[in-house]
């Protein structure tokens, strides 16, 4: 095998989801909601199953949902995508990310993560041959320090990729990061390949920037997006990659050969969502922020010192004042099967071996019906 595939371990999400059912906790591990999404979408979806199309799409997407997705970037933050050279459709960010990773990097590379990072970015940089180059966020307010991260670059380094919400952390990266971060780039002629899944997913009136909307960032910048995430359907697997149509030519050559194209239906079912008023997507913000502040609440009354948190599905917890110093792994284990609560340790989203490695932190994922908010937290607060 790849030894890079070869050595995997079964992701964090499977492993707290499968001890979260055995112990029949709630599942506040692997974020994804507990309802059905929004009925207008699926309806959309379901009327294209029946009626069609169902045969292959075209390879970068149809003609439908790619127009969506230029109109969504043009009404949102005002930029200008060509829809047939500028955006590809993919089965789900995850592919969207794995497509980019591969196309754009060669052995020998170096590619730029910011720890700590969502799972599946490490091992398509390793197997590409090419190699990460971390920069850490520091606790408690996970600041990026300028320096190391200006440091990070080489004359090797083909890309930096940043997510933003960022997953686990909950944060939202500001203007003085965006910044140092286009600057850096322009200056070492570097690629950003940004992840935006939690786009919508911001609270308190911070807003979301895309990277690409920097001055002299479009032509170096690949955006990444999912309409799992935008309308609470994760299972759909429907990803969008848009950027210079160079970039995104390239990037669809990997696409092709992964998967050469997404479901029909879904596809049909997302360009309808995509259409929807603006209150839509601010509702369901409001909505989520509501549930962060419900269980932000009981887990300070428990006992847990709470991350600043403005946007993503997530809520990252202190476990020291509850737990003293035994390690995030295993306290996520114990709640999991004692108190009837899951979650995921912080330290699974760090490199192998990191020294960055941070061991007193745990996500809980708050996406949640409120009553089942409540339940977690009662659980907890009885158990700790
Ligand atoms: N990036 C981040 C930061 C995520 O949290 C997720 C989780 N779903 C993905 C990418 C993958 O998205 P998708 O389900 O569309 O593949
Ligand atoms: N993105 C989700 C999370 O971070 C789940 C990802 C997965 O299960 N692979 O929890």
């Known amino acids: 095998p790849n030894p890079v595939y070869g050595a995997q371990g079964t992701t964090i999400f499977t492993i707290m989801s499968a001890l979260a059912a055995e112990a029949g906790a709630i599942n506040l591990g692997q974020g994804f909601p507990d309802d059905e999404g929004p009925d207008d979408v699926r309806a959309a979806a379901a009327d294209a199953i029946i009626n069609g199309p169902n045969q292959y799409p075209p390879m970068m997407g149809l ?11 043009q009404r949102f933050y005002g930029m200008m995508l060509d829809w047939q050279s500028q955006v590809l459709i993919t089965s789900g960010a995850t592919e969207a990310l794995a497509a980019s990773l591969s196309a754009l990097l060669k052995p020998g590379d170096e590619a730029i993560l910011i720890e700590p990072f969502f799972d599946t970015y490490l091992p398509v940089i390793e197997a590409a041959g090419a190699k990460a ?29 940043l997510n933003t919400p960022h997953n686990p952390l909950g944060r939202v990266f500001g203007d003085e990061d965006l910044d140092a971060i286009a600057r850096l780039c322009r200056m070492h002629d570097v690629v950003a390949v940004c992840d935006e899944v939690y786009e919508h997913m911001v609270f308190d009136g911070a807003a979301h920037r895309p990277l690409m909307t920097l001055p002299d960032m479009a032509a170096r910048t690949v955006r990444i997006q999912s309409a799992g995430k935008i309308f609470s359907l994760t299972g759909w697997k429907v990803g969008f990659v848009s950027g210079a149509a160079d970039l995104v030519s390239l990037i669809s050559k990997a696409h092709q050969n992964l998967v050469f194209t997404t479901p029909p239906g879904l596809q049909l079912g997302v360009a309808y969502g995509l259409g929807k008023e603006e209150s839509f997507f601010r509702d369901q913000a409001a909505d989520l922020a509501g549930r962060r502040d419900l269980l932000r609440a009981g887990l300070e009354a428990a006992g847990f010192a709470i991350s600043p948190c403005e946007g993503t599905y997530f809520l990252t917890a202190d476990i020291r004042p509850v737990a003293g ?29 990191s020294p960055s490695r941070a061991t007193n932190f745990i996500r809980f994922c708050f996406c949640k019906q409120p009553t089942l908010l409540e339940e977690a937290v009662a659980c907890l607060s009885r158990y700790l």
């Not at 003609?63 to 970037?73: C, I």
């Not at 110093?325 to 071996?353: H, L, M, N, Q």
């Open 325 to 353: 110093d035994e390690p995030d792994t295993e306290f996520c284990r114990r709640i999991t099967t004692d108190a009837k609560v899951a979650a995921v340790p912080i330290s699974a989203f760090y490199a192998p071996g």
């Open 133 to 161: 180059v971390c920069v850490p966020l520091h606790p408690p307010a996970w600041s990026l320090d300028h320096d190391e991260l200006a440091a990070a670059f080489s004359d090797r380094t083909k890309l930096i990729l």
């Open 63 to 73: 003609p439908d949902l790619r127009r969506a997705v230029a109109a969504h970037a």
